[in-house]
């Protein structure tokens, strides 16, 4: 059994086992069923792959945990850790009173902890309710959500206040034979509309467009808001909203991933398209980075969880999906009484766990 599947009323989650990956999300809502998350062209192609790629890119798809976030350069693992390239065991998955809850254990430690996933689903909740609990250990470890979303016609970003966006150094494809870019390395800019571009001149974070091939990576930093951080995209030709949350004192930075077609080599091949990732995390760029000193600590911001004997560590997340007409999406959402408020041209409300989330408690250092 390489997939499990869960259910609640209007939605269903499908987990990867061998790798962890979020394999299939379906979410009923308008009358229609909507699928928010990407699953990379070759994971069902039967197709011969590079020998040398880590089973997390293999079966690419979904959301994943990264544990650390990036190069694995503390503790011996492939890219983003055990937790995205290994398998995970069934403890327990069941029927809930309006749902359906599954843990799952990963098979490998990570810095000596244990780790479990916990998938959460409310009848008629359009969401998934995520979280991740580190158990025992030692050091630490960054963590980051990975969630995928594709668009056939590109579209509309939005997202909760913050502070700054920034590349780092260097591009993820600086040589023009292997893919292309289109953002500034290293840039910095707290105007999202008008980000530094490679050519001169700037870009509009929040418009993704189809027609630019490109593979780019940035950071955003959460502004000091007081509620839940989200990120809300307008698929244009899925005419529908994708909607990711997440507490920002758990998980106080957003990384998104342009992949465009801005890789030419196998297995992308220029054939991974109109994809998103939206990549909140509690890290830098790699796991001795994100433990050291680095520019993020710079700023004020934490860059990865103590593990210890005796210690428990956990952090939330939530994925969802809205079918949405207009193509514009929310200027800003909120979480209270057992509703998700989204304010703007898209203006409606929906169930949602207003305290999942933890929003103004204290998060683990």
């Not at 990379?40 to 880590?54: C, H, R």
């Not at 998938?119 to 050091?139: A, K, N, W």
Request: proline share 7%; with cysteine; glycine share 12%.
């Amino acid at each position: 059994m390489d997939t499990v599947t869960i259910n609640a009323k209007g939605i269903s989650v499908s987990l990867d086992l061998m790798v962890g990956h979020i394999a299939d999300m379906t979410i009923e809502s308008g009358g229609r069923q909507l699928r928010p998350l990407h699953r990379a062209p070759w994971v069902d192609a039967s197709e011969t792959l590079p020998p040398d790629l880590p089973q997390g890119t293999v079966r690419l798809s979904g959301d994943f945990l990264c544990a650390p976030f990036s190069r694995s350069d503390v503790e011996e693992a492939p890219l983003h850790g055990w937790p995205a390239n290994s398998a995970w065991d069934v403890v327990d998955s069941g029927a809930t009173d309006g749902g359906w809850r599954a843990i799952f254990r990963l098979r490998h430690k990570v810095m000596g902890a244990s780790v479990d996933k916990i998938l959460t689903l409310r009848d008629d909740h359009p969401f998934l309710y995520q979280e991740h609990v580190f158990s025992g250990g030692s050091g630490a470890i960054s963590v980051a959500h990975h969630p995928m979303t594709a668009m056939k016609g590109g579209g509309r970003l939005a997202f909760s206040p913050k502070r700054f966006a920034a590349t780092p150094a260097d591009p993820l494809e600086p040589d023009p034979a292997r893919g292309r870019f289109m953002l500034a390395y290293p840039a910095r800019s707290s105007d999202l509309d008008h980000f530094p571009a490679a050519g001169g001149g700037t870009l509009d974070l929040t418009d993704y467009r189809m027609e630019d091939r490109r593979e780019d990576f940035l950071t955003l930093v959460e502004a000091d808001h007081g509620g839940p951080g989200w990120t809300a995209l307008a698929r244009q030709a899925e005419d529908d909203l994708v909607l990711v949350l997440k507490n920002p004192a758990e998980l106080p930075v957003t990384m998104l991933w342009f992949s465009n077609g801005g890789r030419d080599y196998a297995p992308w091949s220029g054939r991974h398209l109109g994809v998103l990732g939206i990549e909140d995390g509690r890290t830098a760029i790699g796991h001795a980075a994100s433990l050291g000193d680095n520019w993020l600590k710079r700023e004020g911001v934490a860059t990865a969880f103590a593990l210890g004997e005796g210690r428990g560590v956990s952090f939330r997340h939530v994925i969802g999906a809205l079918a949405l007409s207009g193509g514009e999406p929310p200027r800003e959402i909120t979480t209270a009484d057992g509703r998700l408020r989204l304010a703007g041209a898209a203006a409606s409300e929906v169930p949602f766990d207003s305290e999942f989330l933890r929003i103004g408690l204290p998060a683990a250092s």
